[in-house]
């Protein structure tokens, strides 16, 4: 990790340092720089992010209700032995309600959002044909922001932002499967198909199903123990 995590300036702008620090460190939990058990030391994590313990200790408590860190008076706080239970729990949450985003999506697309989707698509399938994983991550976001945008509903859009980065970490350890790439862009086409058709149940169902599928294919290969 970087000496001094919140030398970002915009982000310290645009976000409270209770928010920034709340985000790095539950990045840092579920990309598991800090693997189950490791005790997060308030005073040591304070002194790292150039901090007061009190906005530390905030971030800590808002972890702590997503089931990603334990706290036990007079021992301290430690990332949750059960942390994959609770990212798997979280994602079958947010299938949910991107599946409404997309229903939502396919009621109120305009033509010209259809044609912003549809380049993204596009993009897709050229970074899937030269299995760039890099670029897949990114446009893979693009795809389901701009879902979420055209759904135009703030509250689903909030809700789904707030938990965004479980998605991002699902995403990347399902890439690293080779045979996901394909798959994977099969299933956003058929989401963007449906939503094209503006076909409300069938892009609710498709989106649904690709990403619980994509929970299932990451337990199943032993990216996550249960």
């Known amino acids: 990790m970087d000496s001094n995590p919140l030398a970002d300036e915009n982000a310290i702008q645009t976000k409270s340092i209770r928010d920034v620090v709340y985000e790095r460190l539950k990045d840092a939990i579920i990309s598991e720089q800090y693997k189950p058990g490791h005790h ?3 005073r040591e ?3 790292l992010y150039g901090i007061s313990t009190t906005p530390l200790k905030e971030a800590l408590r808002r972890l702590e209700q997503e089931g990603l860190v334990t706290t036990s008076a007079r021992r301290g706080t430690f990332v949750s032995s059960d942390i994959m239970n609770s990212v798997e729990e979280i ?3 947010r299938s949910a ?3 409404v985003a997309a229903r939502l999506a396919a009621l109120k697309i305009s033509d010209d959002e259809i044609s912003q989707l549809g380049a993204v698509v596009d993009q ?5 044909k030269q299995k760039n994983v890099e670029q897949l ?3 893979n976001a693009d795809f389901h922001k701009l879902i979420r945008t055209c759904a135009k509903n703030n509250y689903i859009f909030q809700q789904i932002e707030a938990i965004h980065s479980f998605d ?4 990347k350890k399902a890439l690293a499967h080779e045979d996901e790439l394909e798959r994977g862009f099969q299933e956003h086409v058929q989401i963007y198909e449906q939503i094209c058709a503006r076909n409300a149940d069938g892009a609710e169902h498709a989106m649904i199903s690709h990403i619980r599928r994509t929970i299932v294919f990451i337990k199943e290969s032993g990216e996550i123990i249960l």
């Open 45 to 47: 994590l304070a002194k």
């Open 91 to 93: 994602n079958w949450a």
């Open 124 to 128: 897709m399938k050229l970074f899937t």
């Open 97 to 99: 309600l991107e599946g």
């Open 137 to 139: 991550l990114s446009v």
């Open 40 to 42: 997060l030391k308030e």
């Open 168 to 171: 991002r970490s699902f995403r």
